[in-house]
C-alpha cells in the first residue's frame, strides 16, 4: 500500500525511530554509530515529535533501545514521503515510504540521522548455555589450497 | 719471505674456499628441500569450537590444515550466532528471525573472500530476515546485502572521494576482494 506525501508535515520535523542494540556499532573511540540496516525497511515506521511530547517518550517501553531522529525534508531529499500512519498504541506513527536499498539511498539516510537518546545496550554479549532445540547448518567450505583463500572446509554448526 | 704469504690469505685464495663453503652449504639446503617434498604434507584435521549466544550453544566443526585462526575468526562466528538467537520482534517493530540459508551464504562468502590479515566485517541483522556484512574503515563504507528473495549486493563508497560502487555479488569477486585489500 503506498503512501502519498503529507504537505502538512513540515521539513523540519523529526522523525523518531528507534534503534535496536544490534544496529549499533561502537566505534574505536567509543562512539555509537549505526548501521545504515535501521533504515532499510520501504515502509520504515517512525514517529512524530510533536504536541510537547518528551522525544524520549519514544522509547518508554523499550528498555536497552535507542532513539535516533532524521528531519521529515532529509528522508524527502531522497525521494521519500513521509505519510502518517496512526495506530491505536501509538498515535504518532508516520511512515517513511520509498524504496531505500538500492542507489546508496539507507547510507544517505544514516547518514543525515542524529541521536536523542543512545542506549548502551550492544558493548556486552549475552554469554549462557543449555538451549533445547537443536539444528545444524551445513556448509560446504572449500579446502584452501584449490580456492586461494579459502580458510576452512566441510564447516557445520550446530546449535544445541 | 712476504707477510701475505705466510699469516694471510690472498685475495684468490679466500675466493676459492667461500666458493668450497657455498657449494656445501647448497647441497645441504637442496637435500632438506627434497627430504622435505618427500616427506611433509599438509594434513587435513577436524577442528571444533563453542560459541555462546542469549543462553544457547552453538558448535562449529570445520576442517583445515591446522593453521593459527586468523584474528576476524571468532568475531565473525559469534556476529553469524547472534543473529541466529534474536528474539521475534528483535527490532521492535515486528521483525522475524534470521533466515539461516542466508546466515550460511554470507558464511560461505566470507570463507572464500578474506585473508588472514583481512579486518573484521560487523554482522548486522535486517528487520526482513536478512543481514548485512558492513566495514567502516580508513574512509570507505563497504555493506555486502543478503536479503529475502533478492540477488546478495555489495555497496561501497569512498568517504573522501564521494566515489561509490554497487554491483551484484556474482561475477564481481575480484572487485570485492580489491576493496577489502583496502580496508586493510
Keep these: ?160 | 719471505m712476504p707477510d701475505s704469504e705466510t699469516a694471510e690469505l690472498t685475495l684468490q685464495e679466500r675466493g676459492i674456499l667461500a666458493t668450497a663453503a657455498s657449494a656445501a652449504y647448497l647441497d645441504h639446503f637442496s637435500k632438506a628441500d627434497r627430504s622435505g617434498i618427500s616427506v611433509y604434507q599438509p594434513v587435513a584435521v577436524c577442528r571444533k569450537r563453542k560459541y555462546y549466544s542469549r543462553g544457547q550453544e552453538f558448535l562449529i566443526e570445520w576442517q583445515d590444515y591446522g593453521q593459527p585462526l586468523p584474528a576476524w575468526f571468532d568475531p565473525l562466528v559469534q556476529g553469524f550466532v547472534d543473529l541466529l538467537t534474536l528474539p521475534a520482534n528483535w527490532d521492535s517493530y515486528g521483525a522475524g528471525s534470521v533466515e539461516p540459508n542466508l546466515v550460511q551464504e554470507a558464511m560461505n562468502l566470507m570463507n572464500n573472500l578474506l585473508v588472514p590479515s583481512s579486518p573484521v566485517p560487523r554482522v548486522v541483522p535486517l528487520s526482513s530476515g536478512g543481514l548485512q556484512l558492513e566495514w567502516h574503515r580508513k574512509g570507505i563504507d563497504l555493506e555486502i546485502v543478503f536479503d529475502r528473495g533478492e540477488e546478495p549486493f555489495f555497496n561501497s563508497r569512498n568517504r573522501v572521494s564521494g566515489e561509490e560502487v554497487e554491483q551484484a555479488l556474482s561475477g564481481n569477486d575480484h572487485l570485492l576482494r580489491t576493496i577489502i585489500g583496502q580496508l586493510e
Excluded at chain 1, 8 to 16: M, T, W
Excluded at chain 1, 38 to 54: N, T
Excluded at chain 1, 58 to 70: F, Q, T, V
Aim: charged share 20%; net charge neutral.
Design chain 1, 1 to 160: 500500500m503506498p503512501f502519498d506525501d503529507d504537505p502538512s508535515i513540515s521539513g523540519d520535523e523529526n522523525l523518531l525511530r528507534r534503534i535496536a542494540a544490534s544496529w549499533i556499532h561502537w566505534d574505536e573511540n567509543g562512539n555509537p554509530n549505526i548501521s545504515s540496516a535501521a533504515f532499510k525497511d520501504e515502509y520504515l515506521s517512525v514517529c512524530l515529535a510533536r504536541d510537547g511530547r518528551p522525544p524520549a517518550d519514544a522509547i518508554r517501553n523499550y528498555a536497552g533501545y535507542g532513539l535516533a531522529a532524521i528531519t521529515a525534508a532529509h528522508a524527502r531529499a531522497l525521494n521519500q514521503r513521509v505519510a502518517r500512519d496512526p495506530l491505536p498504541e501509538e498515535p504518532a506513527h508516520t511512515i517513511v515510504y520509498g524504496r531505500k536499498k538500492r542507489g546508496g539511498i539507507v547510507g544517505a539516510l544514516r547518514d543525515g540521522a542524529s541521536w536523542i537518546v543512545f542506549s548502551s545496550a550492544g558493548r556486552t554479549r549475552t554469554i549462557g548455555g543449555g538451549g533445547f532445540w537443536r539444528t545444524s547448518l551445513e556448509s560446504s567450505w572449500i579446502p584452501g589450497p584449490t580456492q586461494g583463500t579459502s580458510f576452512a572446509s566441510c564447516a557445520t554448526l550446530v546449535h544445541h
